[in-house]
């Protein structure tokens, strides 16, 4: 076990520890142990483990209450029914009493230096600054030491989700905190259960807002294993929440579309592919998008993304 450290004065009285490590779990408690045991080799200690179980069949209460009487580290379990990750998020965020707002998935781990790291990015910026910006991203490496997705154009990239991917076409894996405040401001639409909600929809909305610092440093373990939620699988079963994702695309970022017009034509595409798998009618799709740009790009994408729905061309397509 480290040596406890010195809680850190905080600015905000509000919270106990800088951050909240969160997890949301649904079963699969056989993996939980990866981020139990990244947490307990941290070489920074001013955080708490927030665990929130969504509806899981399996006793990942026992589990967790077995580390609790270890007592390395501040543990907290809340059981909730089954609506989704995204919705096991929002309680996270409202139980969280850190500062800084840190997602690590049920299956996944992290280095030992990893909320060192992290602190050291987000001091570095400068107090002046600090209001303007929200998060710090970093890589993420697979099992075997592997990078996994593209690295930053900078060593210390100061930009946003939208920038980095529009502009700088950055994709794959990422890993990073959010301010617990900014997040209250952003929740995940509460009115969609039991369905894989993008979690673009929310950092994009928080990228016209807030910046982020994003460092070419790995510190998350992706562990590569089989086919996720919101990667592949059913494309009826993720249909309800790609489709509000490229939505937002075609009503929210148009000014995005002559630095990468390709990537919103997509969005088109994949916008008529999900609504004909929810059996949206045509006249419907229409009647969503509220901008001229996007009205035209999904007129164009409209046979293209029929074609998709009828062929499965999810994978080619990506979204």
Known sequence: MQEKQVEPLLTDSNYQYLFTVFTAIYNRGYKLHRVYDSLKSQTYRSFEWLVVDDGSTENIRELVEKWQKENLFPIRYFYKENGGKHTAFNRGVMEAKGQLFLNLDSDDGCIPQALERFKDHW??????????????????????????????????????????????????EKWGFHRTEVLKKFPFPENIKKTYIPESLVWNKIAKKYKTRYVNEALRTFWIEEISQGHGGNPERNALGRRLAHLAVLNEENDWFIVSPWLFFRSAINYSRNCFHLKISILKQWQAIETNLGRILWTIALPAGYLAYRLGMAGILKG
């Open 123 to 172: 001091d570095a910026i400068p107090a002046e600054q600090k209001e303007q910006f929200s998060a710090v991203t970093c890589l993420c490496q697979d099992q075997h030491g592997n990078l996994v997705g593209q690295g930053f154009p900078f060593d210390v990239t100061d930009s946003n989700a939208l920038e980095i991917y529009y502009k700088y076409k950055v994709t794959g």
